[in-house]
C-alpha cells in the first residue's frame, strides 16, 4: 500500500503540471486581460466594478498627463494613449516578458507556495484565500455532512423497502429536489424566512454577527449557525438526490446477490444480514466518495449560494477573478484547488481500504 500511495504521489506533480499549462496557455489566448482592462479603465469606459477594483489602473492613467497618441497597440482601448504608457503598464503587470518566461516564473514561485498578488486588489493571493476558506469551508463541510446523514438513511430506508408507499412518496422529495437547483430554493427561502416578502427569522448575509467577537462562546456558536442555515439548507437540498439514488440502487444490487440468500438461509436475522453483511459492501462506493465530494461542493457548488447570501467565499473570489482577468488570483486558486484534489483523490482511494481491508491496491504478478 505504501508503494502505491508513493506512486500516486508522483503522479500529482505531471498532473499538476498539465492542469497549469492548459489553463495557462488558454487564459493568456483569451482576450480581455488586464492590461486591457486597465486601458479600459483609463479610456474611461471599464465598469463601476472595475473601477473600484483597479487602483493602479487610476494612477497609471493620471500620470500620463492627458497625453494622446497613436500608440500602434494590438490592445482594445490603446488607441491614443502614449506607447510608454502601456510599456509602463505591461512592466507593471510582467507582461513585458515572453510567455514561457512568465509561465516559468509563475511555477518556480508556486513550488514554494509564493502565489504572488492579486492586480487589482492590494493584498497577497494566499492572504485572500485564507481570508475567504472559513465561509467555503463551512458550505463545503456542513453540507457534506448533512447530505450523507440524510441520504445513507433514507436510501437505504427505501432500498428494503422497494416498491413501497414510503418508497413512492420519498421518490417524489427526491426528484423534486433533482429537478430543482439548489439556488432556487436558496431565492425561495430567503423570500420566506430572510425578510425577502414574509418572515425575517435569519439574516441574509455574513457568516457572523457584527458582535461576534464580543459575544460569549455559546452565543457564539448559535450566531454561527444562525448565519449558516439558510445556505446549508438550500445547498444541502440540492444535492442530497443523488447520493439517495445512489445509496438505494446500491443496497438494492448487493440485496441480490447469493451470498445475501446465504446468510438468510443459515437463519441469520434481517438486521443482521442488512447491516453486518450488505452494508459494508454497498456502503464501499458511497463512503470512499465522500473526500470527491467535499471538494466538489467546496469548490464548484457555493458560487451563486455565496452571491444570494452575501457570503464572501472562495467561490465568489474565483468568480471576480475571471472576471476582471486577475490572473494571479485565478491561476493561485487553480494551483491550490488543483493540488486539493489530486491529495483528495488519494484520500478516497485510502477510504476504499478503510472501508473494505480486502481492497488491496499493490499490482500483483502471476
Same mark, same amino acid.
Given at each position: 500500500?505504501?508503494?502505491?500511495?508513493?506512486?500516486?504521489?508522483?503522479?500529482?506533480?505531471?498532473?499538476?503540471?498539465?492542469?497549469?499549462?492548459?489553463?495557462?496557455?488558454?487564459?493568456?489566448?483569451?482576450?480581455?486581460?488586464?492590461?486591457?482592462?486597465?486601458?479600459?479603465?483609463?479610456?474611461?469606459?471599464?465598469?463601476?466594478?472595475?473601477?473600484?477594483?483597479?487602483?493602479?489602473?487610476?494612477?497609471?492613467?493620471?500620470?500620463?498627463?492627458?497625453?494622446?497618441?497613436?500608440?500602434?497597440?494590438?490592445?482594445?482601448?490603446?488607441?491614443?494613449?502614449?506607447?510608454?504608457?502601456?510599456?509602463?503598464?505591461?512592466?507593471?503587470?510582467?507582461?513585458?516578458?515572453?510567455?514561457?518566461?512568465?509561465?516559468?516564473?509563475?511555477?518556480?514561485?508556486?513550488?514554494?507556495?509564493?502565489?504572488?498578488?492579486?492586480?487589482?486588489?492590494?493584498?497577497?493571493?494566499?492572504?485572500?484565500?485564507?481570508?475567504?476558506?472559513?465561509?467555503?469551508?463551512?458550505?463545503?463541510?456542513?453540507?457534506?455532512?448533512?447530505?450523507?446523514?440524510?441520504?445513507?438513511?433514507?436510501?437505504?430506508?427505501?432500498?428494503?423497502?422497494?416498491?413501497?408507499? =414510503?418508497?413512492? !412518496?420519498?421518490? /417524489? #422529495?427526491?426528484?423534486?429536489?433533482?429537478?430543482?437547483?439548489?439556488?432556487? @430554493?436558496? $431565492?425561495?427561502?430567503?423570500?420566506?424566512?430572510?425578510?425577502?416578502?414574509?418572515?425575517?427569522?435569519?439574516?441574509?448575509?455574513?457568516?457572523?454577527?457584527?458582535?461576534?467577537?464580543?459575544?460569549?462562546?455559546?452565543?457564539?456558536?448559535?450566531?454561527?449557525?444562525?448565519?449558516?442555515?439558510?445556505?446549508?439548507?438550500?445547498?444541502?437540498?440540492?444535492?442530497?438526490?443523488?447520493?439517495?439514488?445512489?445509496?438505494?440502487?446500491?443496497?438494492?444490487?448487493?440485496?441480490?446477490?447469493?451470498?445475501?440468500?446465504?446468510?438468510?438461509?443459515?437463519?441469520?436475522?434481517?438486521?443482521?444480514?442488512?447491516?453486518?453483511?450488505?452494508?459494508?459492501?454497498?456502503?464501499?462506493?458511497?463512503?470512499?466518495? =465522500?473526500?470527491? !465530494?467535499?471538494? /466538489? #461542493?467546496?469548490?464548484?457548488?457555493?458560487?451563486?449560494?455565496?452571491?444570494? @447570501?452575501? $457570503?464572501?467565499?472562495?467561490?465568489?473570489?474565483?468568480?471576480?477573478?475571471?472576471?476582471?482577468?486577475?490572473?494571479?488570483?485565478?491561476?493561485?486558486?487553480?494551483?491550490?484547488?488543483?493540488?486539493?484534489?489530486?491529495?483528495?483523490?488519494?484520500?478516497?482511494?485510502?477510504?476504499?481500504?478503510?472501508?473494505?481491508?480486502?481492497?488491496?491496491?499493490?499490482?500483483?504478478?502471476?
Amino acid at each position: 500500500m505504501l508503494a502505491y500511495i508513493l506512486r500516486r504521489l508522483l503522479l500529482v506533480v505531471p498532473t499538476l503540471l498539465g492542469i497549469m499549462v492548459i489553463n495557462f496557455f488558454i487564459i493568456q489566448a483569451a482576450p480581455g486581460g488586464p492590461v486591457e482592462q486597465v486601458l479600459a479603465q483609463i479610456q474611461g469606459t471599464a465598469g463601476d466594478a472595475t473601477s473600484r477594483l483597479s487602483g493602479s489602473g487610476s494612477e497609471l492613467g493620471r500620470s500620463s498627463g492627458g497625453e494622446s497618441a497613436s500608440s500602434g497597440s494590438t490592445y482594445r482601448g490603446a488607441q491614443g494613449l502614449p506607447r510608454e504608457l502601456i510599456q509602463r503598464i505591461e512592466k507593471q503587470y510582467g507582461f513585458d516578458r515572453p510567455i514561457h518566461e512568465r509561465f516559468y516564473v509563475m511555477l518556480r514561485n508556486y513550488v514554494v507556495f509564493d502565489l504572488g498578488e492579486s492586480f487589482f486588489r492590494n493584498a497577497r493571493v494566499v492572504d485572500l484565500v485564507i481570508s475567504k476558506m472559513p465561509v467555503s469551508i463551512s458550505l463545503g463541510l456542513w453540507t457534506t455532512l448533512l447530505v450523507y446523514l440524510i441520504s445513507i438513511p433514507l436510501g437505504v430506508a427505501k432500498a428494503v423497502r422497494d416498491g413501497s408507499r =414510503f418508497d413512492v !412518496a420519498s421518490s /417524489s #422529495i427526491v426528484v423534486v429536489g433533482n429537478a430543482v437547483p439548489g439556488f432556487l @430554493f436558496a $431565492l425561495l427561502l430567503v423570500v420566506l424566512f430572510a425578510g425577502g416578502s414574509y418572515w425575517k427569522i435569519f439574516p441574509l448575509r455574513g457568516l457572523v454577527s457584527d458582535n461576534w467577537s464580543e459575544l460569549s462562546w455559546g452565543a457564539r456558536i448559535a450566531d454561527y449557525f444562525w448565519h449558516m442555515a439558510l445556505p446549508i439548507i438550500a445547498m444541502v437540498i440540492g444535492g442530497f438526490a443523488t447520493l439517495t439514488l445512489l445509496t438505494k440502487n446500491s443496497f438494492l444490487d448487493e440485496i441480490n446477490k447469493q451470498y445475501v440468500q446465504t446468510a438468510r438461509a443459515k437463519g441469520l436475522s434481517e438486521r443482521h444480514v442488512l447491516y453486518r453483511h450488505v452494508f459494508r459492501n454497498a456502503m464501499l462506493i458511497i463512503i470512499a466518495g =465522500f473526500p470527491s !465530494a467535499f471538494v /466538489s #461542493i467546496l469548490f464548484t457548488s457555493s458560487l451563486l449560494i455565496e452571491v444570494i @447570501f452575501s $457570503l464572501d467565499g472562495l467561490g465568489l473570489l474565483g468568480f471576480e477573478a475571471a472576471i476582471y482577468r486577475d490572473y494571479p488570483v485565478m491561476f493561485g486558486t487553480l494551483w491550490v484547488f488543483g493540488l486539493l484534489g489530486l491529495l483528495m483523490g488519494i484520500l478516497g482511494d485510502l477510504m476504499y481500504v478503510v472501508v473494505d481491508p480486502r481492497i488491496d491496491f499493490e499490482a500483483r504478478t502471476t
